[in-house]
């Protein structure tokens, strides 16, 4: 019988303890990471919403929780059919435990990137390369793509993480072919269905293409018959196919709307989006998105494939994330709608790809220093590029700032952040550049430490750079200084209507009941039949503008901007006011002739429209990130919201994002 040694399982010897001890400085390390992505994240997260995603997005999410309604997206009151609701349930689950605020709605995302990084972590440690496993979660969170939408409201930093745990499940089962190959296709297929409740279709289709591609490269038939398990297809069905059967029982004509209108046409023709470019437009894209690491990419070229015969396990590896980044890369050229945030999903095999592509061959040392050789000189000149785009940007600015004037479409609250930004911006840009050549020239030396102080010095200057733009210029591109003036000016009960363009984030920030002109297909994904919803859209219909005017006696209304209340005069025949402006919108009440003096004025309270404003300006929440209630906006009326000042022309214009004026009673 085994005695209880040394070598014993039961009794931790001189491997053990190192193993542990390994094992605890990987944990630490991991922990930092994560603290680190926190600290990246956390400082901007309550800045405002950005519009139309990230506004529309929480106005969904935000309804969901304030209705009870979990099943069904609603924006504005009316079907959301564009995309499923497993971002809107985070999100939403997130504002019934911290409050409705920014920093809920954006905290998903900001988990899910994170979840991200330490799934790169882990998936290096599995490829035991010869460098740290941390390098490949350093690159991904340096990826200037990830370090912008990794915290933001939109569903891709979810479906980026859904999409790196289907592939890592992938390389396990079909790559490694490991005995548990079963279990982990059903977790492939788990996480290809939960991305597909993130947005529809292309989450199955981002890992199960490269997959198909790499199992036809290696004509592996076990593979083949792995990936279409019953078992693993089973586990799909079950978590995908019921919330979308219940949407099309509950909204008849939903799957094939939403299958052939909004994936099938929108990849093929556009459909009514109009988002196409170029079929090359990702590849500077992704270049750019991942500088300086991009430089490894260039570096790829012209170096001769390994045989698919090799069993090199690294090599393997190489093959299959390049699978996954290039072939949805090339679904993503082909197809007729085409956005930045779409390259998102691709950034985890990428970051892992560099990392192996950098780490170099084992026992391959010439191949290494050709690696960093051609690293160092695409950030030599990489970095050049960024200086000369900051002493152009300072030329540039020299001219506009001496000009004195804005620029056309940067007026209301824009032109002085540009005079704030543009000096300061362009010397940072031009020391991060230096600094980015400066490392590269110490990568050529092989000077290791002085190149990764340099780029860090150029990370963290560029990290500056956007937090700060997005602090100085983010509300410019907000709904909030929009609703904080509505809450300033309205009455109790007092409908507010968007007059032709749609403010998504409206819904999110004001507590009242926002009526919108016409709620197209382009939004909701569907077609919405006139008078269907009049409660929550006119569809363009003067008569119902009219009817409910006379329903209240007085309703505020907000004016796109280019579009002036003459123009609005002409369809509703009132008596308007313009009560201010914010961000380029004009907020005027129309009220009817027959109670033009505020005491005659008495809503109706017993319209929908009225209850439904009464009780969300009666509801406030208290929030671990911020406090919000329905009449903050209100109590600070005399203050900064009434400043204002005169352009050339002598007409009343706000001074900052939330300012508003007021102008003179007129009849239409």
Known sequence: ????????????????????????????????????????????????????????????????????????PRLNGIPYWEKPPLYFWLAAGSIAIFGRSEAAVRLPS???????????????????????????????????????????????????????????????????????????????????????????????????????????????????????????????AVLALPWYLFMESEQPGYLSEFILSQNLDRFATGGEFR?????????????????PWSAALLARIGRRAPSPATTDAHQLARRYLLCAVLVPLFILSLAHSKLPTYLLPLMTPLSLWA??????????????????????????????????????????????????????????????????????????????????????????????????????AAFAGGYSLLSWISEKDVGAYSSKPVAELIEARARLGEPVILYQKHLRGLGFYSRRHVVLWNASHSEFGHRVQPGAT?????????????????????????????????????????????????????????????????????????HPIAQRSISRAAQGRNSIFGTRTADRARSDQGTGLLRSRRNDRGAPRSSGTAAACTAPEFEA
Not at 167 to 187: D, I, K, N, P
Not at 423 to 448: D, E, F, H, Q
Request: hydrophobic share 45%; glycine share 12%.
């Open 1 to 72: 019988m085994r005695g209880l040694g040394s070598n014993s399982p039961l009794v931790p010897g001189k491997e053990g303890g190192e193993r542990i001890e390994r094992r605890k400085r990987f944990l630490v390390r991991c922990g930092s990471i994560a603290g680190l992505i926190f600290l990246l994240g956390s400082a901007n997260l309550s800045l405002p919403l950005q519009e139309p995603d990230e506004g529309r997005y929480a106005a969904i999410a935000a309804t969901m929780q304030g209705s009870g309604d979990w099943l069904v």
């Open 110 to 236: 900001l988990l899910a990137s994170g979840l991200s990084v330490l799934l790169v972590v882990h998936w290096a440690k599995r490829l035991k390369m010869s460098s740290s496993p941390l390098i490949p979660g350093l690159i991904l969170l340096s990826f200037p793509l990830f370090l912008l939408l990794g915290r933001t409201a939109l569903v891709d930093p979810t479906l980026a993480f859904l999409t790196g745990i289907a592939l890592y499940a992938g390389y396990r089962s079909f790559v490694e072919s490991s005995q548990s190959g079963r279990q982990w296709g059903a977790l492939f297929w788990g996480a290809a269905a939960l991305a597909c409740l993130t947005k529809g279709p292309i989450g199955a289709v981002l890992p199960v293409a490269p997959t198909l591609v790499y199992l036809a490269v290696h004509r592996d038939g076990r593979g083949f018959r792995r990936l279409l398990d019953p078992i693993g297809l089973g586990v799909f």
């Open 534 to 606: 009049l409660e929550h859209s006119l569809q363009g219909s003067p008569h119902e503008l009219e009817r409910l005017l006379s329903d209240h006696g007085t309703v505020l209304i907000l004016l796109e901007p280019g579009v002036t209340p003459s123009a609005l005069a002409a369809v509703l025949p009132s008596t308007l006011t313009v009560l201010g402006r914010a961000n380029r919108w004009t907020l005027v009440r129309a009220q009817t002739r027959l109670s033009r003096s505020r005491s005659e004025v008495r809503p109706s309270h017993d």
């Open 355 to 456: 990392a192996l592509e950098l780490n170099g061959r084992s026992g391959d040392e010439p191949a290494a220093a050709r690696l960093r050789r051609r690293s160092a000189a695409g950030l030599v000149v990489g970095g050049g590029a960024i200086a000369a785009t900051g002493v152009a940007m300072a030329i540039a600015g020299q001219d506009l700032l001496a000009s004195g004037q804005p620029a056309v479409g940067q007026e209301d609250g824009r032109w002085g952040a540009i005079q704030e930004l543009l000096p300061a911006g362009s010397t940072l840009l031009v020391i991060s550049g230096v600094l980015i050549g400066v490392g590269g020239a110490a990568m050529w030396r092989n000077r290791r430490v002085m190149a990764a102080v340099a780029c860090a």
């Open 275 to 291: 988002k196409d470019k170029p079929i090359w437009f990702y590849v500077p894209l992704l270049l750019a998105a991942t500088f």
